[in-house]
Protein backbone atom coordinates (compact mmCIF):
# COMPACT_ATOMS: atom_id res chain seq x y z
CA UNK A 1 0.00 0.00 0.00
CA UNK A 2 2.85 2.49 0.40
CA UNK A 3 4.48 4.18 -2.55
CA UNK A 4 8.54 4.45 -2.18
CA UNK A 5 9.41 7.89 -3.84
CA UNK A 6 10.76 6.55 -6.99
CA UNK A 7 7.05 5.87 -7.73
CA UNK A 8 5.74 9.09 -6.96
CA UNK A 9 3.90 11.31 -9.16
CA UNK A 10 5.87 14.16 -11.33
CA UNK A 11 3.11 16.60 -8.39
CA UNK A 12 4.48 14.91 -5.49
CA UNK A 13 7.68 15.29 -6.32
CA UNK A 14 7.91 18.57 -7.01
CA UNK A 15 5.86 18.81 -3.95
CA UNK A 16 8.53 17.18 -2.37
CA UNK A 17 11.18 19.43 -3.46
CA UNK A 18 9.45 22.70 -3.12
CA UNK A 19 8.90 21.32 0.55
CA UNK A 20 12.95 21.04 1.00
CA UNK A 21 13.35 24.15 -0.66
CA UNK A 22 10.99 25.55 2.50
CA UNK A 23 14.04 25.24 4.92
CA UNK A 24 14.53 23.13 7.74
CA UNK A 25 11.57 23.88 9.66
CA UNK A 26 9.43 22.31 6.97
CA UNK A 27 7.66 19.34 6.73
CA UNK A 28 9.21 16.17 5.19
CA UNK A 29 6.65 15.05 2.55
CA UNK A 30 5.59 11.86 4.31
CA UNK A 31 4.52 13.89 7.73
CA UNK A 32 2.60 16.21 5.43
CA UNK A 33 0.80 13.22 4.14
CA UNK A 34 0.54 12.30 7.57
CA UNK A 35 -0.86 15.65 8.27
CA UNK A 36 -3.38 15.77 5.48
CA UNK A 37 -4.41 12.25 6.00
CA UNK A 38 -5.57 13.84 9.49
CA UNK A 39 -7.44 16.14 8.37
CA UNK A 40 -9.57 14.29 5.83
CA UNK A 41 -10.44 11.52 8.62
CA UNK A 42 -10.93 13.59 11.99
CA UNK A 43 -13.74 13.23 14.41
CA UNK A 44 -14.49 17.22 13.55
CA UNK A 45 -14.23 19.31 10.57
CA UNK A 46 -11.21 21.68 10.19
CA UNK A 47 -10.85 25.44 8.46
CA UNK A 48 -7.96 25.43 6.03
CA UNK A 49 -8.12 28.82 7.71
CA UNK A 50 -6.77 26.84 10.89
CA UNK A 51 -4.21 25.29 9.89
CA UNK A 52 -2.77 27.09 6.79
CA UNK A 53 -0.30 28.95 5.77
CA UNK A 54 2.01 26.92 7.93
CA UNK A 55 4.77 28.85 10.32
CA UNK A 56 7.37 27.68 7.92
CA UNK A 57 5.83 29.26 4.67
CA UNK A 58 5.33 32.52 6.31
CA UNK A 59 7.68 36.04 7.17
CA UNK A 60 8.40 37.32 10.67
CA UNK A 61 4.84 39.14 10.37
CA UNK A 62 2.93 35.45 9.83
CA UNK A 63 2.53 36.87 6.11
CA UNK A 64 2.58 34.22 3.00
CA UNK A 65 6.25 34.20 1.66
CA UNK A 66 6.16 35.12 -2.30
CA UNK A 67 6.56 31.99 -4.43
CA UNK A 68 4.37 29.92 -2.19
CA UNK A 69 1.20 29.97 -4.17
CA UNK A 70 2.60 26.86 -6.08
CA UNK A 71 3.22 24.46 -2.93
CA UNK A 72 -0.34 25.77 -1.63
CA UNK A 73 -2.05 23.95 -4.99
CA UNK A 74 -0.01 21.36 -4.80
CA UNK A 75 -0.55 20.31 -1.24
CA UNK A 76 -4.60 21.06 -1.57
CA UNK A 77 -4.20 18.49 -4.60
CA UNK A 78 -2.54 15.90 -2.65
CA UNK A 79 -5.52 16.32 -0.08
CA UNK A 80 -7.83 15.75 -3.09
CA UNK A 81 -5.87 12.70 -3.76
CA UNK A 82 -6.20 11.45 0.59
CA UNK A 83 -9.68 11.68 -0.02
CA UNK A 84 -10.40 10.13 -3.46
CA UNK A 85 -8.03 7.15 -2.18
CA UNK A 86 -9.87 7.16 0.96
CA UNK A 87 -13.62 6.86 -0.59
CA UNK A 88 -12.37 4.23 -2.54
CA UNK A 89 -10.95 2.54 0.26
CA UNK A 90 -7.43 2.96 -1.29
CA UNK A 91 -5.40 5.07 1.01
CA UNK A 92 -1.80 4.54 0.16
CA UNK A 93 0.25 6.59 2.73
CA UNK A 94 3.58 8.41 2.02
CA UNK A 95 6.17 6.68 3.66
CA UNK A 96 9.86 7.14 3.77
CA UNK A 97 11.79 4.48 3.05
CA UNK A 98 15.82 3.89 4.33
CA UNK A 99 17.71 3.95 1.41
CA UNK A 100 20.17 1.45 2.52
CA UNK A 101 18.24 -0.79 4.38
CA UNK A 102 14.95 -0.56 2.83
CA UNK A 103 12.92 -0.45 5.88
CA UNK A 104 9.48 2.00 5.59
CA UNK A 105 9.78 4.74 8.31
CA UNK A 106 6.27 5.07 9.04
CA UNK A 107 6.98 7.61 12.45
CA UNK A 108 7.48 10.05 10.21
CA UNK A 109 4.06 10.20 8.56
CA UNK A 110 2.72 9.52 11.91
CA UNK A 111 4.30 12.39 13.80
CA UNK A 112 2.55 14.49 11.10
CA UNK A 113 -0.88 12.79 11.57
CA UNK A 114 -0.16 13.66 15.19
CA UNK A 115 0.39 17.41 14.33
CA UNK A 116 -2.86 17.82 13.29
CA UNK A 117 -4.86 15.22 15.62
CA UNK A 118 -3.56 17.91 18.18
CA UNK A 119 -5.88 20.85 16.54
CA UNK A 120 -9.05 18.68 17.80
CA UNK A 121 -6.96 16.98 20.59
CA UNK A 122 -10.67 16.66 22.45
CA UNK A 123 -12.35 14.73 19.74
CA UNK A 124 -9.12 12.65 18.96
CA UNK A 125 -8.64 11.75 22.39
CA UNK A 126 -12.24 10.77 22.58
CA UNK A 127 -12.07 8.19 20.07
CA UNK A 128 -8.66 6.55 21.11
CA UNK A 129 -10.18 5.98 25.00
CA UNK A 130 -13.28 4.24 22.81
CA UNK A 131 -11.75 0.34 22.28
CA UNK A 132 -15.01 -1.22 21.91
CA UNK A 133 -14.77 -4.41 19.64
CA UNK A 134 -16.34 -1.94 16.50
CA UNK A 135 -14.86 -0.45 13.61
CA UNK A 136 -14.35 2.93 15.96
CA UNK A 137 -12.60 0.22 18.36
CA UNK A 138 -10.27 -0.99 15.74
CA UNK A 139 -9.42 2.55 14.64
CA UNK A 140 -8.72 3.33 17.77
CA UNK A 141 -6.67 0.31 19.26
CA UNK A 142 -5.09 1.12 15.47
CA UNK A 143 -3.97 4.60 15.83
CA UNK A 144 -2.90 4.28 19.70
CA UNK A 145 -0.67 1.61 18.67
CA UNK A 146 0.66 3.39 15.99
CA UNK A 147 1.00 6.49 18.40
CA UNK A 148 3.13 4.45 21.22
CA UNK A 149 5.21 2.42 18.84
CA UNK A 150 6.49 5.74 17.22
CA UNK A 151 7.62 6.50 20.78
CA UNK A 152 11.60 6.13 21.31
CA UNK A 153 10.82 4.93 24.83
CA UNK A 154 8.76 2.03 23.62
CA UNK A 155 11.44 0.06 22.23
CA UNK A 156 12.85 -3.15 24.39
CA UNK A 157 15.72 -2.14 26.58
CA UNK A 158 18.49 -4.61 26.94
CA UNK A 159 17.38 -6.85 29.39
CA UNK A 160 14.45 -7.67 27.01
CA UNK A 161 14.92 -11.18 25.62
CA UNK A 162 14.26 -12.66 21.64
CA UNK A 163 10.33 -13.13 22.53
CA UNK A 164 9.85 -9.42 23.40
CA UNK A 165 12.46 -8.43 20.53
CA UNK A 166 10.60 -10.74 18.26
CA UNK A 167 7.26 -8.99 18.98
CA UNK A 168 8.49 -5.61 18.84
CA UNK A 169 9.56 -6.59 15.46
CA UNK A 170 6.28 -7.68 13.92
CA UNK A 171 4.70 -4.98 14.68
CA UNK A 172 6.60 -2.46 13.86
CA UNK A 173 6.53 -4.07 10.74
CA UNK A 174 2.95 -4.43 10.13
CA UNK A 175 2.56 -0.66 11.22
CA UNK A 176 2.19 0.34 7.58
CA UNK A 177 -0.45 -2.01 6.55
CA UNK A 178 -2.01 -0.82 10.36
CA UNK A 179 -1.56 2.79 8.88
CA UNK A 180 -3.12 2.64 5.97
CA UNK A 181 -6.38 0.47 7.38
CA UNK A 182 -7.27 2.45 10.55
CA UNK A 183 -7.09 5.66 7.98
CA UNK A 184 -9.20 4.08 5.81
CA UNK A 185 -11.13 3.13 8.92
CA UNK A 186 -11.40 6.41 10.60
CA UNK A 187 -12.95 7.82 6.88
CA UNK A 188 -15.67 5.33 7.06
CA UNK A 189 -16.62 6.88 10.70
CA UNK A 190 -16.09 9.75 10.05
CA UNK A 191 -17.10 10.55 6.53
CA UNK A 192 -20.02 8.15 5.97
CA UNK A 193 -20.77 8.18 2.25
Given amino acids: MEQEY???SPSLLRLEQLLDEAGDQSMLLAELDGFLCCLAVGPEPI???????FDWLT??????RSGSEEIA??????????NAELAADAYAPLFEVDEESDDIIWEVWIAGFQQAMLLRF??????????ESDIR??????????LMLAQPDT?????????EWAEFDEMHEAMPMIIARTAV?????HKPN
Fill in 6 to 8: AEL
Fill in 47 to 53: GSSEWWP
Fill in 59 to 64: DERGVL
Fill in 73 to 82: TLIEARLDEI
Fill in 122 to 131: EAWDDLLRDT
Fill in 137 to 146: GEAAMGLASA
Fill in 155 to 163: RPDDTAGDE
Fill in 185 to 189: LLHQL
